[in-house]
């Protein structure tokens, strides 16, 4: 091996220690320099709020890497006969009942103002949190720092609620350090993500706080005003079950906005499996049922569900939930 005088290898190894020290990424969890500053920016950009005041919330958000692997592994992945028993089971549907009587003078009033159905308040509770009783143990700022920032697929959204969020918390005066959540940042009764509890949250109560955590006038307000925000329809129909005709194609419109008339559907062979005494524009939607394949035709107020969570699946869980609690098996939801 040749010599090198003691003064060149040192250098050498200088320069060799000092570009593998340059090229080093940071650990996995914590934000490059240019990062964080690129973020502070943004908030301050966007929302007035000073880096001053953010960065010292923003160093105490942690990574978890649980987060990541709970988003990568949705429920809404699974087919509808796997997926409908983790939402209708008796306990669930009895509770509903249950919470409706206990509030239903609050829920009727809303319902009166708004013409979303009581049951579909109920019903989103009880699908989001059981009724209030798991709103959810993450730190709302780990989850949306984790998903903002090392979830490669959604990032830009995530970061987007997690500037958000620094918003809200001057907004209603919150406690960045202390508020839990899902672990995708949704918050309270409703679970609200930042930009959705900026936007639809009301103050139902009249203390001046939108409070989806211990209000409930609050929380009903809020998620019958998110319905109404997305256009649902006073008194139109949801979903019906909807039957084949023999030798008709496959047809998946590949949305869940409601295009067709019911005619046009017929025509494709698909026609409501009873009467339902509405022509409001519908679509099709194909589920893989625990006795073989459903087909239902859906309606704008399913859509609208849908802008809660995007998937399906969700929507329809929701729907039937309602009809259980509200004791009816109508497409309207009525008595």
């Given at each position: 091996?040749?010599?090198?005088?003691?003064?060149?290898?040192?250098?050498?190894?200088l320069?060799?220690?000092?570009?593998?020290?340059?090229?080093?990424?940071?650990?996995?969890?914590?934000?490059?320099?240019?990062?964080?500053?690129?973020?502070?920016?943004?908030?301050?950009?966007?929302?007035?709020?000073?880096?001053?005041?953010?960065?010292?919330?923003?160093?105490?958000?942690?990574?978890?890497?649980?987060?990541?692997?709970?988003i990568?592994?949705?429920?809404?992945?699974?087919?509808?006969?796997?997926?409908?028993?983790?939402?209708?089971?008796?306990?669930?549907?009895?509770?509903?009942?249950?919470?409706?009587?206990?509030?239903?003078?609050?829920?009727?009033?809303?319902?009166?103002?708004?013409?979303?159905?009581?049951?579909?308040?109920?019903?989103?509770?009880g699908?989001?949190?059981?009724?209030?009783?798991?709103?959810?143990?993450?730190?709302?700022?780990?989850?949306?720092?984790?998903?903002?920032?090392?979830?490669?697929?959604?990032?830009?959204?995530?970061?987007?609620?997690?500037?958000?969020?620094?918003?809200?918390?001057?907004?209603?005066?919150?406690?960045?350090?202390?508020?839990?959540?899902?672990?995708?940042?949704?918050?309270?009764?409703?679970?609200?993500?930042?930009?959705?509890?900026?936007?639809?949250?009301?103050?139902?109560?009249g203390?001046?706080?939108?409070?989806?955590?211990n209000?409930?006038?609050?929380?009903?307000?809020?998620?019958?005003?998110?319905?109404?925000?997305?256009?649902?329809?006073?008194?139109?129909?949801?979903?019906?079950?909807?039957?084949?005709?023999?030798?008709?194609?496959?047809?998946?419109?590949?949305?869940?906005?409601?295009?067709y008339?019911?005619?046009?559907?017929?025509?494709?062979?698909?026609?409501?499996?009873?009467?339902?005494?509405?022509?409001?524009?519908?679509?099709?939607l194909?589920?893989?049922?625990?006795?073989?394949?459903?087909?239902?035709?859906?309606?704008?107020?399913?859509?609208?569900?849908?802008?809660?969570?995007?998937?399906?699946?969700y929507?329809?869980?929701?729907?039937?939930?309602?009809?259980?609690?509200?004791?009816?098996?109508?497409?309207?939801?009525?008595?």
């Amino acid at each position: 091996m040749p010599s090198y005088p003691r003064r060149v290898a040192l250098v050498i190894a200088l320069s060799l220690a000092g570009s593998t020290f340059a090229a080093e990424p940071a650990p996995r969890g914590v934000l490059e320099p240019q990062q964080r500053e690129a973020f502070l920016a943004e908030v301050q950009e966007k929302y007035g709020i000073a880096p001053e005041t953010v960065a010292p919330m923003l160093d105490k958000a942690r990574y978890q890497q649980r987060i990541i692997d709970a988003i990568t592994r949705p429920a809404e992945a699974k087919p509808w006969k796997d997926y409908r028993p983790i939402f209708l089971g008796a306990e669930r549907i009895t509770k509903g009942r249950a919470f409706l009587e206990a509030h239903r003078d609050a829920l009727t009033q809303v319902e009166a103002g708004t013409g979303v159905p009581a049951a579909i308040i109920v019903a989103i509770l009880g699908v989001e949190t059981s009724y209030g009783g798991n709103t959810g143990s993450w730190k709302v700022l780990d989850a949306l720092y984790t998903l903002g920032f090392f979830h490669e697929p959604r990032a830009t959204f995530f970061r987007g609620e997690l500037a958000q969020v620094f918003a809200l918390a001057q907004e209603e005066s919150l406690d960045l350090t202390t508020i839990t959540g899902s672990y995708a940042g949704a918050m309270g009764w409703g679970q609200f993500i930042p930009s959705s509890y900026r936007a639809y949250s009301i103050d139902g109560d009249g203390d001046g706080k939108r409070d989806l955590w211990n209000s409930l006038p609050d929380v009903f307000a809020s998620v019958a005003n998110y319905f109404k925000a997305h256009k649902w329809q006073r008194g139109e129909p949801v979903a019906v079950r909807a039957v084949r005709a023999e030798g008709a194609e496959d047809f998946k419109p590949g949305s869940l906005e409601a295009r067709y008339t019911l005619l046009e559907l017929a025509d494709k062979g698909y026609r409501p499996a009873e009467a339902i005494g509405h022509a409001a524009p519908a679509t099709l939607l194909t589920l893989e049922g625990a006795e073989g394949t459903e087909y239902w035709i859906t309606f704008n107020n399913f859509y609208v569900i849908s802008r809660y969570n995007r998937s399906p699946l969700y929507s329809m869980a929701v729907f039937h939930l309602a009809q259980a609690i509200a004791g009816t098996d109508s497409a309207t939801l009525e008595p």
